[in-house]
């Protein structure tokens, strides 16, 4: 994982394959040529409550760790900042995610509160797929049989997010979209 505090624009250069974050394009600073990049990004990470860029495989995030809160409470935090909790649909995501918690709990933006048994990324309402719960999630979990049960965090000392009692103290991890 590679954090940047106040980078907020990337040049990808096609020719040497370099990725090089750079400064936010404004009327002093005009936009890059072609031969210093041939795709530019620009995005804002707003760093004063916490949040910073960060880099996990091709994909740029502006992420924060806060808590501890139970579930409804850590969603409504992330919300009041601008952000969600984050959700965790790839094994490059995990992986960010175990980086990000170090030894912490932490609650991830899924859960199965609206129907028993089917969990749903808070993010975009998308049900979590075979594929996902193949690839992210411990192998018993999620739980579709377990009414006490229906919100899921990554937990360090496993190795796949789990879903646990929504009234749990924990860590999270707001994800803020960027534009």
């Given at each position: 994982?590679?954090?940047f505090?106040?980078?907020?624009?990337f040049?990808?250069?096609s020719t040497t394959?370099?990725?090089?974050?750079?400064?936010?394009t404004n009327e002093?600073?005009?936009?890059p040529?072609s031969?210093e990049?041939?795709?530019?990004?620009?995005f804002?990470c707003n760093?004063?409550?916490g949040?910073?860029?960060?880099?996990?495989?091709?994909?740029?995030?502006c992420?924060?760790?806060?808590?501890?809160?139970?579930?409804?409470?850590?969603?409504?935090?992330?919300?009041?900042?601008?952000?969600?909790l984050?959700?965790?649909?790839?094994?490059?995501?995990y992986s960010?995610?175990?980086?990000?918690?170090?030894?912490h709990?932490?609650?991830?933006?899924?859960?199965?509160?609206?129907?028993e048994?089917?969990?749903?990324?808070?993010?975009?309402?998308?049900?979590?797929t075979?594929?996902e719960?193949?690839?992210?999630?411990?192998?018993?979990?999620?739980a579709t049989?377990?009414?006490l049960?229906?919100?899921?965090?990554f937990?360090?000392?496993?190795?796949?997010?789990r879903?646990?009692?929504?009234?749990?103290?924990?860590s999270?991890?707001?994800?803020?979209?960027?534009g």
């Amino acid at each position: 994982m590679t954090a940047f505090e106040n980078c907020t624009s990337f040049l990808f250069n096609s020719t040497t394959g370099l990725c090089t974050p750079s400064a936010l394009t404004n009327e002093t600073q005009p936009l890059p040529t072609s031969e210093e990049g041939d795709l530019f990004q620009s995005f804002h990470c707003n760093t004063s409550t916490g949040f910073s860029a960060a880099i996990y495989g091709d994909t740029v995030v502006c992420v924060a760790l806060f808590g501890p809160a139970n579930y409804a409470e850590a969603g409504a935090d992330c919300q009041d900042k601008g952000a969600y909790l984050a959700s965790v649909k790839t094994s490059e995501k995990y992986s960010f995610l175990s980086q990000v918690a170090g030894n912490h709990n932490l609650w991830v933006g899924c859960d199965d509160l609206q129907q028993e048994g089917t969990f749903v990324w808070r993010e975009d309402g998308q049900e979590v797929t075979l594929i996902e719960r193949t690839n992210v999630f411990d192998a018993s979990d999620p739980a579709t049989d377990d009414a006490l049960e229906d919100c899921v965090s990554f937990h360090p000392s496993h190795s796949g997010l789990r879903d646990d009692d929504c009234s749990l103290s924990q860590s999270y991890v707001c994800e803020m979209p960027y534009g």
